[in-house]
C-alpha cells in the first residue's frame, strides 16, 4: 500500500514557475514508477510526466516538455514536478499517481495509488 499526498498548487501568473512535491509512504516506494497528471475542468485526466523507480528515466507529455521537469528522492520518498514558464492552458488539478514495476505507463488506468490532487492555476 502506497499513500501519496500532493503540494504546492497555487496561483501563479503566466510565465511563472511553480514546484510541486509529493510525498509517499511505503517501505518499497524505491520500486514504483511515479507519475504527474492533471485535469481541467470539463476535461479527462491527462498524462503530464513519469519516472522510472531509479528516477533515471523520465517521459513527458509533448505539452509540458522543455518546461516540466519531473525528479524522484528514493531516500525522502519523494517525487517532484518542476513547473517553469507556465501558461493558462496548465491550469489544472494536478494529480501524483503510483504503479509498482518498471514499466513507464503514459495513462491513468496504468497508476495503482493516486494522491488527492494540488490546484495549479495560472493567470493571464
Known amino acids: 500500500q502506497v499513500q501519496l499526498v500532493e503540494s504546492g498548487g497555487r496561483l501563479v501568473q503566466t510565465g511563472g514557475s511553480l514546484r510541486l512535491s509529493c510525498a509517499a509512504s511505503?517501505?518499497?516506494?524505491?520500486?514504483?514508477?511515479m507519475g504527474w497528471f492533471r485535469q481541467a475542468p470539463g476535461k479527462e485526466r491527462e498524462f503530464v510526466a513519469a519516472?522510472?523507480?531509479?528516477?533515471?528515466?523520465?517521459s513527458y507529455a509533448d505539452s509540458v516538455k522543455g518546461r516540466f521537469t519531473i525528479s524522484k528522492d528514493n531516500a525522502k520518498n519523494t517525487v517532484a514536478l518542476q513547473m517553469n514558464s507556465l501558461k493558462p492552458e496548465d491550469t489544472a488539478v494536478y494529480y501524483c499517481?503510483?504503479?509498482?514495476?518498471?514499466?513507464?505507463?503514459?495513462?491513468?488506468?496504468?497508476?495503482?495509488?493516486w494522491g488527492q490532487g494540488t490546484q495549479v492555476t495560472v493567470s493571464s
Open positions: 511505503g517501505r518499497t516506494f524505491s520500486r514504483y514508477v
Open positions: 519516472i522510472s523507480w531509479s528516477g533515471g528515466s523520465s
Open positions: 499517481a503510483a504503479r509498482p514495476g518498471f514499466s513507464m505507463v503514459v495513462v491513468p488506468g496504468g497508476y495503482v495509488y
